[in-house]
Structure formats: C-alpha cells, structure tokens
C-alpha cells in the first residue's frame, strides 16, 4: 500500500543515492526520449534501481518529484465545471474537490539514469495522483470534442 505523501520516501532516495557515491540531477524525463521503464514489484525496488545505475557506471540520477499546489486543483475544477455544465455535482467534480485534501503532498517520483542512449526511469505515485492524472486526461479529452449544434 503506498503512502498518501511520498515525501519521506524522496528523502531516503536522496539520501540512498548519495550514499552510493552518485549525484542527483533534478530533471523530469519526458516521454519523446527512448526510455525503459524498471517495473519492480517490491516496495524498496527502487534501490535496486540505484544500483543498476551504478552498475552502469552512471554518474548521476535524475530525479523529479510533483507536489499537488492549489492552483492545480483549482484549474481542474474549474475546467471541469465548464465542461460539465450545468451538472455541477459530477462524480468527477467531487473526485477533484477531494484532492484539496493532498496539496502541498508529494504524489509522484521519477528516477533515471542514461545508458548506452537510453533512459531508464523508475516512477512511483500514490493512488490521488494517478486519480489527479486520469482527471487531467479527462479534461484534455473533452476539451477535444465538438459538438455541431447547427440545424443544417
């Protein structure tokens, strides 16, 4: 079960990582690189992906973490108000209000390392921001669909 703020597991990151003698790059790997993605069942796999990087001889680990701001639930509501007007008591209006209740947590964490022009990532996140994500993807969808009203 994952915490509901992966804070404190940033802090053993950071503190694992300068323990194997290796610097932290504060970087977000984006999709458009060539990446492969570590998929580690265990709840410490992380510091096995540590020691690849290590292994492979990289100097570095990039590390990016996302913090839920007000702002962010603020802009999803009210996109999501717009879209679902005039139904303002939508599920999803209710999910993103409950998101109020993880500002200021950590809910995402990504590490990489380069290797032979690949990225290797380790992502970990907690349940409300896959939930945050999936909203955000839900806005982004709908603020693709048109709606011809004309009588033709």
Same mark, same amino acid.
Request: aromatic content about 10%.
């Given at each position: &079960?994952?915490?509901?703020? @992966?804070?404190?597991?940033?802090?053993?990151?950071?503190?694992?990582?300068?323990? *194997?003698? &290796?610097?932290? @790059?504060?970087?977000?790997?984006? /999709? %458009?690189?060539?990446?492969? +993605?570590?998929?580690?069942?265990?709840? =410490?796999?992380?510091?096995?992906?540590?020691?690849?990087?290590?292994?492979?001889?990289?100097?570095?680990?990039? &590390?990016?973490?996302?913090?839920?701001?007000?702002?962010?639930?603020?802009? @999803?509501?009210? $996109?999501?108000? %717009?879209?679902?007007?005039?139904?303002?008591?939508? /599920?999803? +209006?209710?999910?993103?209000?409950? !998101?109020?209740?993880?500002?200021?947590?950590?809910?995402?964490? $990504? !590490?990489?390392?380069? *290797? $032979?022009?690949? &990225?290797?990532?380790?992502? #970990?996140?907690? %349940?409300?921001?896959?939930?945050? $994500?999936? !909203?955000?993807?839900? #806005?982004? %969808?709908?603020?693709? +669909? #048109?709606?011809? =009203?004309?009588? /033709?």
């Amino acid at each position: &079960m994952q915490p509901d703020n @992966l804070i404190s597991l940033k802090d053993d990151m950071v503190a694992f990582i300068a323990g *194997h003698g &290796m610097r932290r @790059l504060n970087a977000y790997v984006t /999709e %458009d690189v060539p990446t492969v +993605i570590f998929e580690e069942e265990n709840p =410490d796999g992380w510091k096995d992906f540590v020691e690849h990087a290590k292994a492979a001889g990289s100097p570095f680990v990039t &590390m990016s973490e996302v913090i839920l701001e007000k702002t962010d639930v603020a802009i @999803l509501l009210e $996109q999501l108000r %717009d879209q679902t007007f005039p139904d303002d008591n939508s /599920e999803e +209006i209710d999910d993103a209000e409950y !998101l109020v209740n993880h500002v200021g947590k950590v809910g995402y964490l $990504q !590490l990489g390392f380069a *290797h $032979q022009g690949v &990225m290797f990532i380790f992502e #970990v996140a907690t %349940d409300w921001y896959d939930s945050f $994500q999936n !909203l955000m993807e839900t #806005v982004t %969808d709908l603020g693709g +669909i #048109v709606v011809d =009203d004309s009588d /033709e």
